[in-house]
């Protein structure tokens, strides 16, 4: 190890800054933020330091820089264009056994500043030691998008109740799991949602009637690539205790949910029920009544033809709280990554979403409506009743040569779309690899210029050199 990390105490302290440019401005900006007793030492000053020094956030001294300045100084940082000034800050630094640093160059420092994700009180700072900044600074993108803006706020608020807990929690494995508890479930989510007082009493039920509440976290998951998750469903999953998931939930996707979280597979085909919707409903209700934090994690939206509208109503009535985590639907995900735009000014002007796999004795499709022109349909759950769709669709005057798009594994690795014509639907729907989207409308057709993803793009591209040839 080169460097050993620490956190320092600069309040009240003098901060001694050689320098009045824009790089000087960005590190006076993190000494008052850390409350330093700051002394600016330059001739000039950039607008940005103008401003703050008129709110009295730090001494200036319009001078040249002389050694007299480093007097009673805890720390000194310079950030000067002269390299010939800022060697000679370092080596009179030096000399007094002050800490310096001088910006953007390694061999004169004593000291170097990380990079930081702010939440305070809770501050994560990376380092490369000065060898690859920039390789710092993603990973700390990484970690930043990472860290809920709310865990600042849960620190403090542990913090207030610190003390409270360890005097009731007097074993301290029984404290350790209350703050786990806490992190991880209900007071994390309530504080998420800007809820501090309601956060604040969960924090007193759970310490003198603990483990009487869980939740229910409904997560879409997106139609399969893992970069497609929302970075709250990535959080949520990183705290669950229990996931319930589908089928249609990639591997990859799985490959998130906390380690030592039960992971339950409750998934379902059409017309081949694994587990019923019934017994996913008990499931979630006995495990949220254990307390636990319980995710139910869904193929695409949990709200498009996800039933997660049902399984919500069952937590309503059972007085369990619950969340919603929305997910790229199939439709969307599919059609982005097969290139089809789901609307374009010049051949469809809205987008319906419709399922091909209806209730025995429910409800028709509205086929003339769904029939007229300009218009895009994404049909779930349709390839088993192609026949019938694209026979309606006609039927109701749709022309027969309207192209369409059947998607199977969109999104993922296996990706195939099929295109073709609407008369045609039967056949192509039987080529795609469940689970398949069909796009029906003009729409469907620029997938042959916009394919961008998996390997039919090379063929088309071919496909379309050799035409260009002919
Ligand atoms: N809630 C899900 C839909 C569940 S219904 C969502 O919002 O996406 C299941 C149907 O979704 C499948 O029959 C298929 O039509 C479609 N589907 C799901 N994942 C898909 C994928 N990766 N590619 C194409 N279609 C998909």
């Known amino acids: 190890m080169d460097y050993l990390p620490l ?50 956030k730090f001494v200036w001294l319009a001078e040249d820089y002389q050694s007299i300045h480093l007097d009673d100084a805890f720390l000194v940082i310079a950030a000067t264009d002269d390299a010939l000034l800022n060697e000679t800050v370092f080596y009179d630094a030096n000399e007094r056994k002050i800490f310096v640093n001088v910006v953007d160059d390694q061999p004169l420092c004593s ?33 930043e998008t ?15 109740w610190r003390h409270k807990v360890k005097e009731t929690l007097t074993n301290m494995r029984e404290r350790k799991r209350f703050w786990e508890k806490s992190f991880s479930g209900r007071f994390a989510s309530l504080v998420e949602k800007g809820q501090f007082s309601e956060a604040e009493q969960q924090l007193e039920r ?13 997560v879409g998951a997106g139609p399969g690539d893992a970069g497609l998750l929302t970075l709250k469903g990535l959080r949520v999953l990183q705290s669950a205790e229990v996931v319930l998931y589908d089928h249609l939930v990639s591997e990859e996707i799985l490959e998130l949910v906390r380690r030592d979280a039960d992971k339950i597979c409750v998934g379902k085909r059409a017309g081949n029920h694994s587990v019923s919707q019934e017994e996913t409903n008990a499931l979630i209700v006995k495990f949220a009544q254990q307390g636990k934090k319980v995710v139910r994690l869904k193929g695409g939206d949990p709200f498009v033809f996800g039933r997660g509208g049902e399984e919500l109503q069952v937590a ?15 439709a969307i995900g599919a059609a982005a990554y097969a290139g089809v735009p789901l609307t374009h000014r010049e051949h469809s002007q809205s987008i319906t979403f419709i399922t091909g796999h209806c209730r025995e004795n429910g409800m028709e499709l509205d086929w003339q409506a769904l029939a007229r022109g300009n218009q895009t349909l994404a ?43 609407l008369d045609e639907l039967e056949v192509l729907a039987q080529q795609a690899p469940a689970p398949a989207l069909i796009v029906v409308g003009e729409v469907a057709a620029l997938h042959q210029q916009l394919a961008w993803f998996g390997s039919q793009t090379e063929d ?10 002919a």
């Open 7 to 56: 956190f320092v105490d600069v309040r009240t302290r003098k901060v001694v800054l050689i320098g009045g440019g824009v790089v000087a401005a960005r590190k006076a900006e993190l000494l008052i933020k850390a409350q330093a007793d700051l002394v600016v030492i330059s001739p000039t000053l950039c607008t940005q330091l103008q401003a703050e020094h008129q709110q009295n």
């Open 111 to 143: 000291f170097i500043v990380p990079s930081i994700i702010d939440r305070s009180p809770v501050i994560v700072a990376i380092s490369s030691g000065g060898t690859a900044p920039v390789l710092a600074r993603l990973l700390r993108e990484k970690l």
């Open 146 to 160: 990472m860290l809920p803006t709310s865990l600042g706020k849960m620190a403090e608020i542990a913090g207030r």
């Open 206 to 218: 759970q310490l003198y009637e603990p483990d009487n509440h869980g939740e229910l976290i409904l």
């Open 316 to 330: 309503a009535q059972a007085g369990i709280p619950f969340q919603v985590v929305p997910g790229v639907t199939a």
């Open 379 to 421: 049909i779930y759950m349709g390839t088993v009743k192609a026949a019938k769709i694209s026979e309606q669709l006609i039927q109701f005057g749709r022309a027969e040569n309207t192209p369409v798009a059947v998607i199977g594994c969109g999104t993922r690795r296996e990706q195939k779309v099929v295109t073709g014509k």
């Open 460 to 469: 088309i591209r071919w496909r379309s050199a050799v035409l260009e040839l």
